[in-house]
């Protein structure tokens, strides 16, 4: 059964930091890139970070960039985000995304449940 499980979010200052973890399950870890995800309350889900199979390429939304750091332990079957010099726009349910590809090169997705960030002003 395929799980990603994302712990670590919570209520957190302005300037504060917070250290996401995705821990995952069920599938080869190593074999699928890696991304956080976040949506805000009456906003889409939008892309903050992604990390490729093996760790060697990250991107990020302009909006996060020199703030959030996006890594990845795949003896540990584990995608972290590390978030720093938080903001009250940076509130938002953050979701663990794992992309992978069949044996027809299709892609396909798995999804966290999600974890909540606030950031207080």
């Known amino acids: 059964q395929v799980q990603l499980v994302e712990s670590g979010g919570g209520l957190v200052q302005a300037g504060g930091s917070l250290r996401l973890s995705c821990a995952a399950s069920?599938?080869?870890?190593?074999?699928?890139?890696m991304s956080w995800y976040r949506q805000a309350p009456g906003k889409a889900r939008v892309l903050v970070a992604a990390?490729?199979?093996?760790?060697?390429?990250?991107d990020y939304a302009d909006s996060v960039k020199g703030r959030f750091t996006i890594s990845r332990d795949n003896a540990k079957n584990t995608v972290y985000l590390q978030m720093n010099s938080l903001k009250p726009e940076d509130t938002a349910v953050y979701y663990c995304?794992?992309?992978?590809?069949?044996?027809?090169?299709?892609?396909?997705?798995?999804w966290g449940q999600g974890t909540q960030v606030t950031v207080s002003s």
């Open positions: 069920g599938f080869t870890f190593s074999n699928h890139a």
């Open positions: 990390i490729t199979r093996g760790g060697g390429s990250t």
């Open positions: 995304n794992a992309e992978g590809r069949d044996y027809v090169q299709k892609v396909y997705y798995y």
